[in-house]
């Protein structure tokens, strides 16, 4: 029985210690490619999706392909340095880094299904639910980043409310709302990831 209580003091100092450590998984590189990714997406569906409401599929399969070719990238990328840092300390880092982010990203996916099976006539609402969605996932974790990363989080949720505010008095379902949230979200989160950890690393 002791050595059980112990074992699990020891398991639990060991979370306390990977919360206090900075995740450095992400890199900036990969963080600014899914920023420019989003811009080049908005540009693709303005010339080939004028009309999303009525090609909602169309839309949706734009937005929902550039989210999926951005986070795999990101999560490949995560495990080969976890697996390259030989480390249990990056190990559990990268397991709370997933763990406290993916919630979010199943609940897009939700919402998602939702509004495009029951109420696709509420699919303008899409570009404020996933940007308030993703800023709560950003929030959730960043504790494991360097305090700036708040501002990102901070951003997102501003930009959310933002597009729920505006998305039926402007042109409904911009592509250049998505281009302002989450191309220009990717890249303040990659300025950040670069100045606070990749910078300090070189210096």
């Known amino acids: 029985m002791e050595l059980q209580e112990a074992l699990a003091q020891i398991a639990e100092i060991r979370d306390h210690l990977a919360r206090t450590e900075t995740f450095e998984g992400y890199r900036s590189a990969t963080v600014a490619a899914s920023g420019l990714m989003a811009i080049a997406a908005a540009g693709v569906q303005a010339a080939f999706v004028p009309e999303p409401l009525g090609r909602l599929d169309a839309y949706l399969g734009l937005w929902v392909g550039v989210a999926v070719v951005s986070i795999v990238p990101v999560g490949i990328e995560m495990l080969i340095r976890c697996r390259r840092a030989n480390s249990e300390t990056a190990a559990r ?3 709370m880094a997933v763990e406290q982010f993916l919630p979010c990203l199943v609940v897009g996916a939700l919402i998602t299904v939702a509004i495009a099976v029951v109420a696709p006539e509420t699919a303008w609402m899409l570009p ?3 940007a308030l969605v993703f800023g ?3 929030f959730a974790s960043a504790r494991l980043f360097p305090r700036p990363v708040v501002w990102v989080a901070a951003y997102y949720l ?3 409310t933002a597009c729920l505010a ?4 402007f042109e409904t379902l911009s592509p250049w709302m998505m281009a302002a949230t989450f191309g220009v979200g990717q890249l ?3 300025a950040i990831v670069y100045r606070c950890v990749e910078r300090k ?3």
């Open 93 to 95: 880092l990268t397991r």
């Open 128 to 130: 404020g639910l996933w």
């Open 136 to 138: 709560l996932g950003v």
């Open 158 to 160: 501003l930009a959310g």
């Open 166 to 169: 505006s998305g039926k008095r």
């Open 188 to 190: 303040l989160a990659a």
């Open 201 to 203: 690393h070189v210096s």
